[in-house]
């Protein structure tokens, strides 16, 4: 008799990564695309990915004046610290993924080139929220008052970025395109 956890866990979502989206220089660079699986993080994941990108931006660019480029750093070791803990095997979200079996999670920092991690966190960020049973839907009225608010909190244009990343989502769902 099969136990409860014996059985697979469905990842929340999988993504197909194209041979491009891996850097060319990893020996270990598929030639096919690859299916991976995605899953939440954990809350303390999530701790430790903004620290440690964090300490590498501020590692990589340690003057004052080099906000925007530490910004950028930041940004790009936080999606690959994610990607490290978010990323699983297709069929089971329990299961490392293949390409990363028995290596470091920096792994993710050799592994993908900027565009393949940017393209796979995003859609790690996709499968994460549409699987999240903690977020109430938005009301009609929530709905009808986003271009104020969008106009109103952001901030940073990373933060506008990735906000319009998001809506971009929901059109292209809206649409029938994802």
């Known amino acids: 008799m099969t136990t409860l956890s014996q059985l697979a ?21 598929p030639r096919h695309e690859v299916a991976i699986g995605l899953r939440p993080i ?5 701790v430790d990915a903004r620290r440690l990108a964090a300490e590498t931006a501020w590692k990589e660019h340690p003057q004052e004046v080099d906000q925007d480029l530490r910004v950028e750093a930041y940004n790009d070791a936080l999606m690959r610290f994610v990607l ?11 299961a490392r993924l293949a390409l990363w079996s028995g290596v ?11 565009e393949g991690a940017k393209r796979l966190y995003d859609a790690h960020e996709r499968a994460e929220l549409s699987a ?4 109430p839907e938005a009301t009609d009225e929530d709905v009808a008052r986003l271009p104020e608010a969008f106009a109103r909190a952001v ?23 994802a």
């Open 42 to 46: 954990s809350p303390q994941d999530a």
């Open 9 to 29: 866990l469905r990842p929340s979502g999988v993504v197909v990564a194209k041979p491009e989206d891996f850097s060319p220089s990893w020996e270990n660079r």
């Open 132 to 135: 999240r049973v903690d977020v």
């Open 104 to 114: 470091e999670d920096s792994i993710v920092f050799v592994a993908l080139t900027r």
């Open 84 to 94: 490290a803990r978010g990323t699983c095997d297709p069929n089971d979200a329990r």
């Open 155 to 177: 901030r940073h244009p990373a933060e506008a970025a990735r906000l319009r990343r998001l809506m971009g989502y929901v059109l292209d769902v809206l649409e029938g395109r």
